[in-house]
Each structure stands twice: as structure tokens, then as C-alpha cells.
């Protein structure tokens, strides 16, 4: 592959569960659910991967079930929820406050709830039993959330070509992650799996893919830019049991945004639904949405593992800069939202009718390390997060357009990309927004913030250079470039350019 050929990756990846406590029928449905998604995923003739969990290895209907039916496009590999099954073979009390054998909270359903040298028996106990049963191990580790160190210990011990997470949620299911690298893939930070690396000292040298194909415009802050089309939806993404999953019209507009739109090189989505679900009916969406993405070119439909290796061919040293540019909305609401990622930062400049504005921008730092990584959480509840420059899903929930405002009269504008990494955002022949690397160009008189009800301490800069901000004992700053920033009525926060023929310049900075 050229360096300069853009790399569009599919995956079609499924979870497999064999507990499901909340249904005494489940375990007939989890089974029948499974077989019906490999013998189309086999069907379809496309690279496939099923992420197995430890209950699933130890069944032998299951083992039966690929052996005789997967075929060389189907990978398998391991799905790292910890069950009962797992914890009971290694000695170790499954802490379930309902009695499960399967339990989705974080006690006693993730890694991070174990101490470290837990962690790492329970992942050798995993892998002993893939390897039991499949003759190798596993090339690609996936679960909703996998601490630090769990990621570390797999990369340094088992040679993984592939990490998969979930997509940026806030209070669903029993975690919240916030401010990561919106979609694409990275390489995390050897102290925060949930933060991209700046530097090969701290860099673990295995991509984190993100999971379920989040909507660029909605997933953020689902209904608060609610509209008729969207009533009753519940997840923005292509998850098949949802309903904006399994609408034609989103499927149609969302590869169109993901695959035709800019992305500075690299694209990708993630298709496919964990077999919990099995009630519904998970296979018709998923071959209505194969059947618009085929409408694309160039899509490589590749296994989970193969979309890591393909990753570290294209981007053997750093992560990428990557975007995500939905240029028209697929309801009835004016709206436009791009996402740009790198290494230093992730931001997503958002379009509401006239308003331009950034809805969130948030600074990585290798240095920062999770919040579990040497110490389990003792809660049911967990959060990664990244350290927040501008927040609007929990700092202003319910305010509409909330964010850090650009310009307050605008028209739809275009994106195009300026070298490998740079991008654009355009009002006619104006460039409004500039997106490098390691900082932000901005042509407006004025960038206005109010940050509401923010978590972070925030102030002017000595000298008005920009804002400073401590996060949980981080602090950081960000720098604003031929500009002066000031406070008004003692909150909102006033960035005003002083030369009119240069742009202000944003340049998130660790401390």
C-alpha cells in the first residue's frame, strides 16, 4: 500500500457470551445467536472476526460450533469480560451483588476491579484456555474496557496484534469514557490505555481500535439536538439492535461520512453486535448495512488482527492524525460536526444552524496514568477520561450549543486537507478553522466560553496568554496565540485576537 493510498477498513466483529443470568432462556438463544451470525458472516465471503469470552471456552458447543464451521476469513479471538467461571478456576470470589455468573459492572465484571496481580493470573488463565482449545492464542484482546495494566502485561507477554474498546459513552451500563480519540485507532500510553502515547518511552506499540461505529453528530450528546427522526432511538451507532443501526437512511449517509468524506488518510467502523442481544434479530441490519457499504470503494474488510498489522505498516512510530467529517446531518436538523485526533489532542468543531463552535476539546498527556492502574476500583462504577479543555456533555449536559464559541452567523462550510495531517474548515474561501498537530488556528475576532458547571479549576493565564486548568491534580494550560484572554461577569471566558491578519492560535500544553 502507497503511502498516500487512503486505508478504508471494515471490520465485522462479533461478542460471544455463553451466561446470560437475566433470562433462564438465554443460554439455547446465546447459542442459536452465535451459530446464525457465523453462518453469515461465512456466507458473505468477507474477513470476519467473534471474540470469544472465557464462559464460551469452556463450553464444547461453542468449540464445535467454530471448528466445524468458521473458515480461513473467520478469526477468533478472545473477549475479556471476567465471569465467574474464570475467577472460580483461579481462586479468586466473583463479587456479583445479584449472584451472576456474568455481570456487567465493573465489580466484578472488569479487569480494573481486581488487584494487578490478579489481573494478570486471570489473563493467563484466559489465554491458557484459548490456547487449549484453539491451538494458539488469541491475536486480537477486546472488551467494552480493559485497564492499563492488563494492556501492558498482554502486549509484553502475548504478542497482540489488536486492542478493541468502546466508544466514548458517559453513564451507560456501569462506565463512562470521555475525551478519547473519537473512532480510528491509536497507540495508548503505557500509563492510560485510554490516551495516545506522544513519545515511544511511554508508547505500547498495539493499536486500540474503538468499537460500535459511533455517529459523529450524535453520539456525543445523544438526544440534547433531538428531532422527530429521532425519537425512540436509544444508541448512536451501527449496532444492529438499535434503531439508528438498523435504519437504511443512517446506514447510507453514515458510510458516506466515514468512507467518502475527508479522513486524512484512514478510515474505519466496526460492524457487529454481541449475541446478548439475541432476542432480536441481529442479522438482517447487519446485511442491509454490508449491502450500502459494498456500494463503496476500496473497502477492506479485514479480520480484527489484520486491521492491527495493516495499522502499524501505515503508522509504524506514532498514532495518526485522523478526522471524521459529517458534512450534512441524516435528519432534518441543520447540522455539521468534524472531528480531528492526534497524539496531542482530540476536538470536534460543531455547526448548529448559524453557530459555530467547539463542542469538546480535550488534551492527551502520556504522563497521566488511569485512574486504576496500580489500585482496582472499588466502585460499580468506572471512568477514563482525558483532561478537558472544553466539555460540553458534563459540563454543560443540557445547554444547547454550549461550547466554546467561533462565530455566532455562518452557512455550512467545507473541509480539505492540507498536507498528511492538516485540515480545514472553509466558509467560501475563508479558512474559519485550521487544525494541526499540535494546535489550533481559528480566524474570528473572539472565541467566547462559558464553562458552566465545569469539574476542572480554570483561570486566565498571567499575562492573559490563554486559560489554565487542574483536572484531578493534572494541570495544564491552553495557550491562545496573538490573543488576549480575558473574564467576563466573573465566568465566561473571552479569547479576543489582536492582529486581524493572523488567526488565533490554540495550543493545548501539558505542565
Known amino acids: 500500500m502507497s503511502n498516500g ?28 445467536t452465535t451459530r446464525k451470525q457465523l453462518e453469515f458472516c461465512v456466507r458473505s465471503g468477507k474477513d470476519h472476526t467473534f471474540l470469544l469470552q472465557y464462559d464460551t471456552l ?6 464445535e460450533l467454530f471448528n466445524k464451521k468458521a473458515t480461513k476469513q ?8 471476567i465471569v465467574e467461571p474464570l475467577t472460580s478456576k483461579v481462586g479468586l470470589e466473583y463479587r456479583s451483588e445479584y449472584g451472576w455468573k456474568w455481570d456487567w459492572h465493573i465489580i466484578p465484571g472488569f479487569s480494573m476491579a481486581y488487584k494487578t496481580n490478579e489481573r494478570e493470573m486471570l489473563i493467563d488463565e484466559a489465554m491458557r484456555k484459548f490456547k487449549e482449545r484453539f491451538g494458539e492464542y488469541p491475536r486480537t484482546v477486546g472488551s467494552w474496557l480493559i485497564d492499563t495494566h492488563t494492556v501492558n502485561y498482554l ?3 502475548y504478542d497482540i496484534d489488536a486492542f478493541c474498546i468502546c466508544r466514548d459513552q458517559t453513564n451507560t451500563d456501569a462506565y463512562t469514557l ?6 480510528q485507532a491509536y497507540y495508548p500510553s503505557k500509563n492510560n490505555m485510554f490516551t495516545p502515547a506522544q513519545s515511544a518511552k511511554y508508547r505500547i506499540n498495539t493499536p486500540v481500535f474503538r468499537l460500535l461505529g459511533p455517529d459523529p453528530i450524535h453520539n456525543y450528546d445523544g438526544p440534547k439536538y433531538g428531532s422527530p427522526e429521532k425519537e425512540g432511538h436509544v444508541c448512536w451507532t451501527l449496532e444492529a439492535v438499535w434503531d439508528a443501526g438498523k435504519d437504511e437512511k443512517m446506514a447510507e449517509w453514515y458510510f458516506n461520512t466515514y468512507y467518502e468524506n475527508e479522513d486524512l488518510g484512514f ?4 460492524l457487529g453486535q454481541e449475541n446478548s442481544f439475541g432476542l432480536s434479530d441481529l442479522v438482517t441490519p447487519l446485511k442491509m448495512q454490508l449491502s450500502k457499504l459494498d456500494k463503496h470503494e476500496n473497502i477492506k474488510y479485514l ?13 509504524p512510530k506514532k498514532t495518526p492524525a485522523t478526522c471524521v467529517a459529517a458534512l450534512d446531518n441524516w435528519d432534518s436538523e441543520d447540522i455539521q460536526s468534524v472531528y ?4 496531542n489532542y482530540t476536538a470536534n468543531i460543531f455547526r448548529h444552524g448559524k453557530k459555530l463552535f467547539f463542542r469538546s476539546f480535550y488534551l492527551f498527556d502520556e504522563k497521566v496514568p488511569d485512574h486504576y492502574i496500580e489500585k482496582p476500583c472499588k466502585t460499580f462504577y468506572a471512568v477514563y477520561e482525558n483532561l478537558p479543555i472544553v466539555d460540553t456533555v458534563t459540563w454543560a449536559e443540557k445547554e444547547m450549543d454550549a461550547g466554546m464559541t467561533i462565530d455566532e452567523c455562518v452557512e455550512p462550510f467545507t473541509v480539505s486537507r492540507s498536507g498528511k495531517t492538516k485540515l480545514k474548515i472553509k466558509l467560501k474561501d475563508r479558512t474559519v478553522v485550521k487544525f494541526s498537530e499540535d494546535k489550533i488556528e481559528v480566524d474570528t475576532d473572539r472565541l467566547v466560553y462559558d464553562p458552566f458547571d465545569a469539574k476542572a479549576k480554570m483561570k486566565v493565564a498571567k499575562g492573559g496568554e490563554g486559560i489554565e486548568y487542574e483536572y484531578n491534580g493534572a494541570k495544564y494550560f491552553l495557550r491562545a496565540q496573538n490573543a488576549k484572554t480575558s473574564k467576563k461577569d466573573g465566568k465566561v471566558f473571552v479569547i479576543k485576537r489582536i492582529d486581524k491578519d493572523a488567526p488565533v492560535a490554540l495550543i493545548p500544553e501539558r505542565r
Open 5 to 32: 493510498e487512503r486505508l478504508k477498513v471494515a471490520t465485522i466483529m462479533n461478542f460471544v457470551r455463553q451466561c446470560e443470568p437475566r433470562d433462564a432462556e438465554n443460554d439455547k438463544v446465546l447459542f442459536d
Open 58 to 63: 469452556c463450553d464444547d458447543r461453542y468449540i
Open 74 to 81: 473467520t478469526e477468533v479471538g478472545l473477549w475479556f469480560e
Open 155 to 157: 502486549t509484553e507477554h
Open 178 to 183: 470521555v475525551g478519547g480519540y473519537f473512532n
Open 267 to 270: 478510515s474505519y467502523a466496526q
Open 303 to 315: 479480520k480484527m488482527k489484520d486491521a492491527g498489522r495493516a495499522f502499524k505498516e501505515r503508522y
Open 340 to 343: 480531528y485526533d492526534s497524539q
